[in-house]
């Protein structure tokens, strides 16, 4: 599985050529974060507030095991946007986030996703660090087994996440 890395900046998401997107872009949020941050905010505000509307209209609510697809229009390079819902942001922690990154890695899986762009969970509020998020989904990733593995995830982080995560991966890259 390939791993690479993706500013949370809009402006950097319209400069990477289309081949290089990834099909799909997966939005965890909590359900009580409001307005919503990171990722899911960027789209929000790039699709003038559909998110905020859907939440607004109970639509979606970001409850713990909920799913949502929908295109993403023509204002993002993206073939489809699903969120997940991760429920309470209060006592998020590690055993959290490794039961997070499992069913979000199966959904995928079983909508046949081989590559897709993703803020891990509790990236966008901080409750999980860059690297250590990058460590836990990585060790996820060795045990899932899932068919069809993903042949790429983009992992989507703020400047200072995406400098800690590339840190990492520069450092798994030379160890191998």
């Known amino acids: 599985m390939r791993v690479s890395i993706l500013a949370a900046d809009l402006a950097k998401w319209d400069e990477v050529e289309r081949a290089l997107v990834a099909s799909s872009l997966l939005l965890p949020i909590f359900s009580d ?28 609510s970001g409850a713990r095991g ?19 819902g991760l429920g309470p942001s209060k006592d998020y922690g590690e055993e959290r986030f490794r039961h997070d990154v499992r069913w979000i890695r199966k959904v995928a ?12 969970p509790g990236r966008a509020t901080g409750l ?6 990058l460590e836990l989904w990585l060790d ?27 840190d990492l991966l520069r450092q798994r890259r030379d160890s191998q």
């Open 33 to 60: 974060e409001r307005p919503l941050r990171g990722a899911a905010g960027l789209v929000d505000w790039r699709l003038c507030g559909r998110l905020s509307r859907l939440l607004r209209a109970g639509k979606a």
């Open 66 to 84: 909920e799913t949502l697809m929908m295109p993403p229009g023509r204002r993002l390079r993206f073939g489809r946007i699903l969120m997940f």
């Open 109 to 120: 899986a079983d909508a046949g996703l081989t590559d897709y762009a993703l803020e891990p």
């Open 128 to 133: 999980i660090g860059a690297r250590r998020a």
């Open 140 to 166: 996820e990733s060795r045990k899932d087994g899932l068919d069809p593995a993903p042949s790429a995830v983009t992992l989507v982080d703020s400047a200072s996440g995406h400098k800690d995560m590339a």
